[in-house]
């Protein structure tokens, strides 16, 4: 018998919101904020993000403001789910604007717990999200994995998002956003919990 050992649970979940109101106010956001478009030209970031300028948009935008209930709603599930002794506190929410061509590399969430995003718009062939096993740089010699390998055993793991399409993670779960091939922005809302 084989058994199962250290999983990498993700949460996965379609949230009832309104999306068109949290894009006009990610699209209102990404004209008004200059602090954040700043910071976008100065990381050559292909489109606009809050993640470095507002911190207080709960608070600042009433659409933002009511999604937070959801979110904490959806961490504490999965928390039950991972066994956790512990309520996820929500500590950022940031929002993101891709244009076509945009991508972001692999990375982690520093000093948070859960990590996640919810998709907001997400048009034909906009980058999918690619997780990686947070074991790869001890696979010194392991065998490459068969293409046909269950997913649990796939070093990589893609996802490709529709809208309302909820995902939390862990926050030490290396992931990137592959590049947008689309033609139209890609709209998305990521938070950390800590
Ligand atoms: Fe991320």
Redesign the pocket.
């Known amino acids: 018998m084989t058994r199962l050992l250290f999983a990498s649970p993700l949460h996965e979940a379609r949230l009832d919101v309104d999306l068109e109101e949290l894009a006009r106010t990610i699209r209102y956001l990404a004209e008004a904020d200059t602090a954040g478009q700043r910071w976008a030209e100065e990381k050559d970031y292909w489109g606009y993000t809050s993640y470095a300028s507002l911190d207080d948009l709960t608070t600042r935008d009433p659409a933002i403001g009511e999604l937070k209930p959801v979110l904490e709603k959806e961490a504490r599930a999965f928390a039950k789910a991972l066994g956790w002794d512990h309520k996820p506190k929500l500590d950022h929410i940031w929002v993101n604007l891709m244009e076509p061509g945009a991508h972001h590399s692999a990375?982690i969430?520093p000093h948070s717990v859960l990590?996640g995003t919810l998709y907001v718009e997400v048009p034909e062939s906009a980058g999918a999200i690619r997780f990686e096993d947070p074991r790869l740089p001890m696979m010194m010699v392991a065998p490459l994995r068969r293409e046909d390998a269950p997913e649990h055993l796939q070093p990589h793991v893609t996802i490709a998002p529709s809208p309302g399409t909820l995902l939390l993670w862990e926050s030490f779960l290396r992931?990137e956003v592959m590049p947008h091939h689309g033609e139209q922005e890609r709209l998305s809302i990521?938070f950390n919990f800590s």
Do not use: A, F, L, R
């Open positions: 990375h969430h990590s992931h990521s």
